[in-house]
């Protein structure tokens, strides 16, 4: 490893960074098979070699895996970090940077900054740093940081403001940072100046490690790295919007990147459930266990709004978008499954809003100021409706299980035989699904045995 780690290693959009994407010249030679690229590959330490196609050839091709070993680390419980190696050997970097801005332009001439694609490049971008950092040693590590930060930051006094968009798209919290004055402190001598006096009964610096140390300089360096690369994507939609005709390779790249998004879904999102795959699918009401057929009902008495919000919201979500999220045990985020939005649009939102309006009163009439709230346990923050831009704002929350049913809205456990071995709505309605389907496949293979007598 490098003595010194080059800054454009953690942040592409830095000085170096323009430097290196200046240098490349010829923007065909991106697709071309590239010598330099792949020895630094083979010689990565702990790089898995024994196929060619963990290898990238080109420019084009590392872009490609960039994204892939996101995909993969996030969704894949099988991922193996020695496909990826490459991707944290210091020595990639003037190769990484170009890729790093293909992937954005891709993504920026082709979705816009308020797509999937771009909240994954984003979050990507992210990852890729908390890991690299991770693979530093502590001197390099506070070192690359401070660098960073410095260049990113040019005055001493920053105001709060100065992360606004950061607190605002939630990417940072206010109470993560330490406050003096409308003023964030993040240097340990200004910390010291200021609270040395006030702080009594344990050593001032003690406190600054607990309080800020390198994790909040980390935390604070990395969110605004994932800001600016958000603000570029940005800006090359902006341009592209003007440019009538955009870059083929950058076209073909972006249909590539929603093909490794889609593919990481399908392979690696739905695993085993009863006796067979729990895929998503149109719902089938009939499969619902007895609680949640009383919401849909309405709601007559009491506990109108959390049936319809805390409960039912999720058990539709994930019945209908991720109905195996506690035998995959992989968070994930609405757009992962559903990237356009459409079938919660389509088919998640009126079956809720339907039982909201069977209510007495109608929920949203009574109270429509409860949307922001629905909209809210969707994942897409304290908004009206959903939106790409604001997801991750808030979690997409999992479906009650039967305990806190009975414990927070019993009047909704009526339990039938069915209850009997499951701990969660949501495998209620698996296991009905899968007996179903399993009755008719029966159904079906009597009725052609009939046929041929
Ligand atoms: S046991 Fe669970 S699934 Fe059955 S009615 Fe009660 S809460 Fe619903």
């Known amino acids: 490893m490098n003595i010194m780690v080059s800054a454009a290693f953690i942040n592409p959009l830095s000085d170096e960074g323009e430097i290196i994407v200046r240098e490349l010249g010829d923007f065909e030679r991106v697709l071309s098979d590239n010598d330099d690229l792949m020895q630094i590959v083979t010689e990565s330490r702990s790089q898995e070699l024994s196929d060619d196609s963990l290898i990238p050839h080109n420019y084009v091709d590392l872009?490609?895996?960039?994204?892939?070993?996101?995909?993969?680390?996030?969704?894949?419980?099988?991922?193996?970090?020695?496909?990826?190696d490459f991707l944290f050997n210091t020595e990639i970097v003037k190769f990484d940077v170009i890729a790093f801005y293909l992937l954005c332009q891709a993504v920026g001439v082709k979705y816009g900054p308020n797509s999937r694609e771009s909240r994954v490049m984003v979050e990507s971008q992210g990852k890729l740093i908390e890991n690299r950092l991770g693979k530093l040693s502590k001197n390099e590590r506070g070192e690359i940081v401070t660098n960073i930060l410095n260049s990113l930051i040019s005055t001493t006094h920053l105001k709060w403001t100065f992360f606004e968009d950061l607190i605002s798209t939630k990417k940072l919290k206010l109470h993560d940072l330490i406050l003096d004055k409308g003023e964030i402190i993040l240097d340990r001598e200004d910390f010291l100046e200021r609270f040395s006096n006030k702080i009594q009964g344990r050593k001032p610096e003690k406190m600054y490690e607990a309080l800020i140390g390198d994790r909040i300089k980390e935390l604070v360096m990395i969110k605004m790295v994932m800001q600016n690369t958000e603000n570029y994507i940005l800006k090359v939609g902006e341009i592209s919007e003007r440019e009538i005709e955009p870059n083929p390779i950058l076209l073909k790249l972006a249909d590539k990147i929603s093909e490794v998004l889609a593919a990481s879904v399908q392979?690696?999102?739905?695993?085993?459930?009863?006796?067979?795959?729990?895929?998503?699918?149109?719902?089938?009401?009939?499969?619902?266990?007895?609680?949640?057929?009383?919401?849909?009902?309405?709601?007559?008495?009491?506990?109108?709004?959390?049936?319809?919000?805390?409960?039912?919201?999720?058990?539709i979500s994930y019945a209908r978008l991720y109905p195996s999220v506690f035998s995959e045990n992989v968070t994930k985020q609405i757009s992962d499954v559903d990237p356009t939005l459409l079938i919660v649009q389509n088919e998640v939102l009126p079956l809720i809003f339907g039982a909201a309006e069977r209510c007495s009163p109608p929920l949203f009439e009574d109270q429509p100021q409860d949307k922001v709230n629905l909209n809210a346990k969707l994942g897409f923050g304290m908004h009206q409706k959903p939106e790409l831009k604001n997801e991750g704002e808030t979690t997409w929350y999992t479906p009650m299980s039967c305990e806190k049913v009975k414990i927070h809205l019993p009047s909704l456990c009526k339990p039938d035989e069915n209850c009997k071995k499951i701990g969660n709505p949501l495998s209620y309605y698996?296991?009905?699904?899968?007996?179903?389907k399993k009755e008719s496949k029966a159904e079906s293979a009597a009725e052609q045995k009939d046929d041929k007598r």
């Open 267 to 315: 392979s690696y999102g739905f695993g085993s459930g009863y006796g067979g795959s729990v895929k998503a699918s149109v719902l089938n009401p009939k499969a619902f266990p007895p609680c949640v057929k009383k919401v849909m009902e309405g709601m007559k008495s009491g506990g109108r709004n959390d049936a319809i919000i805390m409960f039912l919201t999720p058990f």
């Open 430 to 436: 698996n296991r009905m699904i899968w007996k179903v």
């Open 63 to 84: 872009a490609i895996k960039r994204i892939e070993w996101y995909a993969k680390k996030k969704n894949d419980r099988n991922f193996d970090h020695k496909q990826y």
